[in-house]
C-alpha cells in the first residue's frame, strides 16, 4: 500500500491529455477532441474500462448479428421446404406450369469464408412457378376441386 501511495503521490501530480483524432468514425469529418484524466493511475485505468467495454460490446453486436442471420437462413429453409412441396402437389394435380427464375437480392453472403464477406449484400436467383396459359387461377380451379 505504501508503493501505490508513493507513486499515486508522484504520478497523481499530473494531468495527462489524451488527443483523439476522429471523434465519430460514422461520419467523414475528422472532429479532435481532447480529454484531460486527472493523474496517470487513473488515465490507465479509465482506458482499460474503455477498451473492456468496446471489446464486450463488439462481441456482444457479433452475436446478435449471427443469431439474426442463422434465423433468416432457417427462415428461408422452411419457405424453400414449402414451396417445392406446393410445386409437387400442383404437379400431382396435373396443372400446367411454368417455371422462371428472378434475381432477389439478399442482405448477406451465406457462402462467405469469413465475417466480413458475410455481411455483404448478395443476389440469389429463385424459381418462381407460375401457371402456364390459364384461363382461370390456381385459387379458383383448386376452389372447383374442393
Known amino acids: 500500500m505504501y508503493r501505490f501511495?508513493?507513486?499515486d503521490e508522484r504520478w497523481g501530480e499530473f494531468e495527462?491529455?489524451?488527443?483523439?483524432?476522429?471523434?465519430?468514425?460514422?461520419?467523414?469529418?475528422?472532429?479532435k477532441a481532447e480529454i484531460k484524466l486527472p493523474?496517470?493511475?487513473?488515465?490507465?485505468?479509465?482506458?482499460?474500462?474503455?477498451?473492456?467495454?468496446?471489446?464486450?460490446?463488439?462481441?456482444?453486436?457479433?452475436?446478435a448479428v449471427l443469431t439474426a442471420l442463422h434465423e433468416a437462413?432457417?427462415?428461408?429453409?422452411?419457405?424453400?421446404?414449402?414451396?417445392?412441396?406446393?410445386?409437387?402437389?400442383i404437379d400431382d394435380l396435373g396443372f400446367a406450369t411454368e417455371e422462371k427464375y428472378e434475381t432477389l437480392k439478399t442482405a448477406f453472403t451465406?457462402?462467405?469464408?469469413n465475417f466480413e464477406e458475410l455481411l455483404e449484400p448478395n443476389e440469389?436467383?429463385?424459381k418462381i412457378t407460375n401457371q402456364k396459359d390459364a384461363k382461370e387461377t390456381l385459387q379458383t380451379t383448386l376452389n372447383q376441386i374442393q
Open 5 to 7: 501511495d508513493i507513486d
Open 16 to 31: 495527462v491529455k489524451v488527443e483523439i483524432d476522429d471523434v465519430n468514425l460514422m461520419t467523414k469529418a475528422e472532429e
Open 73 to 89: 437462413g432457417l427462415a428461408h429453409a422452411a419457405a424453400f421446404k414449402a414451396g417445392r412441396k406446393v410445386s409437387e402437389i
Open 39 to 63: 493523474n496517470l493511475a487513473e488515465s490507465i485505468a479509465e482506458i482499460f474500462g474503455m477498451v473492456m467495454e468496446i471489446a464486450i460490446s463488439h462481441q456482444v453486436t457479433k452475436n
Open 124 to 126: 440469389s436467383k429463385i
Open 110 to 113: 451465406p457462402e462467405a469464408d
